[in-house]
């Protein structure tokens, strides 16, 4: 049951990794926090396991590269709790498996493309409208350093030719979604930011990555709660800015 000053978070992908620390985080703060999920069995047992300790979480199904369980999702929200205060555009992909920008096939680029810049564009665009009734929103997108220009054009030629080229390419596009939204929103009181994690211990990253996925959620969290003078149209990693 939520409680009426209770804020309502949703996050995408938070039945592993650093989703999944980020609903906990976020839910220990007291905040009610719906944990998308594309897979309902696999939904379900994250949030019992967040639930078991005590935290207001429940399972959310989304599935951020098909439109119409995006539409859905903030259709449901709309008609269950009529507001929603945070969301965080984590679900993601990286579908290279190697490859220069040169070879790396055209599914992957779309596929990366879908998944991580024209879902989270979509799903902003829902909830912001939510949010605006509300005059209230933070929304926060797990992007990537990979996904910086800066870093992208001071890479080695090596570098650049092996690591990931459609992933790097939807991250550079979600930072974009990130500026764009928050020009268009800064007057409704919702700040739009981008997040580098960091390199975390999950699937993806493996298990030589330095972080652990709660050290990693650090920097989202700080985002989803900021303050109503907090940044917006910024990137951070480490709770500091970061160049595009
Ligand atoms: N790990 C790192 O070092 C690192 C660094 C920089 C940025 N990031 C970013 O951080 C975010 C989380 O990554 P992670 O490391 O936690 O990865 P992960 O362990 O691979 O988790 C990815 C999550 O995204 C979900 N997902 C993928 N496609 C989806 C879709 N179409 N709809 C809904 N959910 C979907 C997955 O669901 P399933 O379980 O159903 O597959 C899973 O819950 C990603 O955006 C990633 O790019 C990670």
């Known amino acids: 049951m939520v409680k009426p000053n209770q804020k309502i978070a949703l996050i995408t992908g938070a039945n592993r990794g650093i989703g999944f620390e980020i609903a906990r985080q976020l839910g220990a703060r007291g905040i009610h926090t719906l944990m998308g999920a594309r897979d309902p069995a696999k939904g379900r047992a994250s949030a019992a396991r967040l639930a078991a300790e005590n935290l207001g979480v429940e399972f959310f199904h989304i599935d951020v590269a098909d439109r119409t369980s995006i539409q859905d ?5 709309d008609r269950q709790f009529s507001r929603l205060d945070i969301l965080v555009n984590n679900a993601g992909i990286a579908p290279d498996g190697g490859g220069s920008v040169m070879d790396v096939p055209a599914e992957k680029f779309e596929a990366a493309l879908i998944t991580n810049a024209l879902g989270p564009l979509l799903l902003s665009r829902a909830c912001a409208r939510l949010m605006q009734r509300n005059q ?3 929304i926060v997108n797990i992007s990537s350093t990979l996904g910086s220009l800066t870093a992208m054009s001071a890479a080695s030629a090596e570098e650049a030719a ?4 459609a992933y790097r390419l939807s991250k550079a596009a979600l930072n974009a979604v990130t500026t764009l939204l928050a020009m268009e929103l800064k007057n409704f009181r919702i700040l739009v930011n981008s997040a580098c994690p960091g390199w975390v211990r ?3 990253s493996g298990e030589q990555a330095p972080l652990s ?4 959620a650090d920097t989202p969290v700080w985002l989803a709660t900021l303050p109503d003078d907090g940044p917006s149209g910024g990137f951070f990693r480490e709770r500091k800015a970061i160049p595009w």
């Open 73 to 77: 999702a903030a259709d449901r929200i």
């Open 136 to 138: 209230y929103g933070r």
């Open 162 to 165: 092996t690591k990931v080229p």
């Open 202 to 204: 999950t699937d993806m």
């Open 213 to 216: 996925p709660a050290e990693g």
